[in-house]
């Protein structure tokens, strides 16, 4: 449910914000400490806050999961100093941590939505307003790391095929591509979540969109042209308690997509009940989830290498 696998060695110079790796915090939720984090809600535009929070939250665990923003090895490159693309970058997340790590580094978000921060950010990073669908408005070989994130749930396979297709004209080459996204394995034995579920299944459906195939997307990758071997890792997380602090934070990553204004309308029009039972729904999920151990999130990352 969208909008970064070695152990990689950083920069001492850490932001605030920044939630070293290795550590979770002791609640619910990585908190993003941040004495401008107030501020910087107000430079976002007038979107769903609930979502935003999601995003940060979801981008946070990736990164304690696989120990890093990144897998691919571009980490000389960042170190000292090259060009990152992240297309639909959301709240710019990913982005403002690697910029603030990065200093000799020059990074670029890109995103149809305007929520990302307009004011309170590094200078080396800049976000634009734009359509990928429009094609990057970037010239070919132009980047030497391009990442996409969290797509799943809004791409059909054309719209994929073309996505990756100008990733990998903007990208230089020797310049690596990566794609992180989840993929969800929901079963009965937590009956709420599943009928939410397939309900989300179902509307995806609708808009040409299989949120089951990214479990394909090596594949789709591996059909392009200009591209090395496709790598891949995969890290799975019981959701609810049985999968420990990172199934708490999922349980929550859930929880605030389904809390959004469209997941309510969507998703309760989609199972055939109101607005304000779906909501009892959602509500009920921790509860559902507390005997969980078999409905799974698989975080799935795939990274490569542009060779000419």
Same mark, same amino acid.
């Given at each position: 449910?969208?909008?970064?696998?070695?152990?990689?060695?950083?920069?001492?110079?850490?932001?605030?914000?920044?939630?070293? #790796?290795?550590?979770?915090?002791?609640?619910?939720?990585?908190?993003?400490?941040?004495?401008?984090?107030?501020?910087?809600?107000?430079?976002?535009?007038?979107?769903?806050?609930?979502?935003?929070?999601?995003?940060?939250?979801?981008?946070?665990?990736?990164?304690?999961?696989?120990?890093?923003?990144?897998?691919?090895?571009?980490?000389?490159?960042?170190?000292?100093?090259?060009?990152?693309?992240?297309?639909?970058?959301?709240?710019?997340?990913?982005?403002?941590?690697?910029?603030?790590?990065?200093?000799?580094?020059?990074?670029?978000?890109?995103?149809?939505?305007?929520?990302?921060?307009?004011?309170?950010?590094?200078?080396?990073?800049?976000?634009?307003?734009?359509?990928?669908?429009?094609?990057? #408005?970037?010239?070919?070989?132009?980047?030497?790391?391009?990442?996409?994130?969290?797509?799943?749930?809004?791409?059909?396979?054309?719209?994929?095929?073309?996505?990756?297709?100008?990733?990998?004209?903007?990208?230089?080459?020797?310049?690596?591509?990566?794609?992180?996204?989840?993929?969800?394995?929901?079963?009965?034995?937590?009956?709420?979540?599943?009928?939410?579920?397939?309900?989300?299944?179902?509307?995806?459906?609708?808009?040409?969109?299989?949120?089951?195939?990214?479990?394909?997307?090596?594949?789709?990758?591996?059909?392009?042209?200009?591209?090395?071997?496709?790598?891949?890792?995969?890290?799975?997380?019981?959701?609810? #308690?049985?999968?420990?602090? #990172?199934?708490?934070?999922?349980?929550?990553?859930?929880?605030?997509?389904?809390?959004?204004?469209?997941?309510?309308?969507?998703?309760?029009?989609?199972?055939?009940?109101?607005?304000?039972?779906?909501?009892?729904?959602?509500?009920?999920?921790?509860?559902?989830?507390?005997?969980?151990?078999?409905?799974?999130?698989?975080?799935?990352?795939?990274?490569?290498?542009?060779?000419?």
């Amino acid at each position: 449910m969208g909008n970064s696998n070695s152990c990689l060695k950083s920069r001492e110079t850490r932001s605030k914000s920044q939630l070293v #790796p290795n550590q979770l915090s002791e609640g619910v939720s990585p908190e993003v400490v941040n004495e401008e984090e107030q501020e910087l809600a107000y430079y976002l535009s007038n979107n769903d806050l609930n979502d935003i929070d999601r995003q940060h939250m979801h981008n946070f665990i990736i990164k304690y999961l696989f120990q890093g923003n990144f897998s691919a090895p571009v980490e000389e490159k960042l170190t000292l100093g090259c060009k990152v693309l992240d297309v639909a970058c959301g709240p710019g997340t990913w982005l403002l941590d690697l910029a603030t790590i990065y200093d000799k580094s020059n990074f670029f978000g890109l995103d149809i939505k305007p929520v990302f921060p307009k004011e309170i950010k590094p200078c080396n990073l800049e976000f634009i307003e734009a359509d990928i669908f429009d094609g990057l #408005p970037f010239r070919d070989n132009e980047f030497d790391f391009t990442h996409i994130e969290s797509m799943v749930n809004i791409l059909t396979t054309e719209q994929w095929n073309f996505t990756l297709s100008e990733l990998i004209r903007v990208t230089k080459p020797g310049g690596y591509i990566e794609i992180t996204d989840l993929y969800l394995n929901i079963d009965k034995s937590s009956p709420n979540f599943y009928t939410i579920y397939k309900g989300f299944y179902k509307s995806c459906l609708k808009r040409n969109v299989n949120i089951r195939s990214i479990i394909h997307l090596n594949s789709i990758l591996e059909s392009h042209q200009n591209i090395g071997v496709v790598h891949h890792d995969e890290k799975i997380v019981t959701f609810g #308690p049985h999968g420990g602090k #990172p199934g708490l934070v999922y349980q929550e990553v859930v929880i605030l997509f389904l809390t959004t204004n469209r997941a309510i309308k969507d998703l309760s029009a989609e199972i055939g009940i109101s607005e304000e039972k779906f909501k009892e729904i959602v509500e009920s999920l921790k509860e559902d989830l507390k005997e969980n151990k078999t409905s799974k999130g698989h975080v799935l990352r795939f990274w490569t290498q542009k060779i000419c």
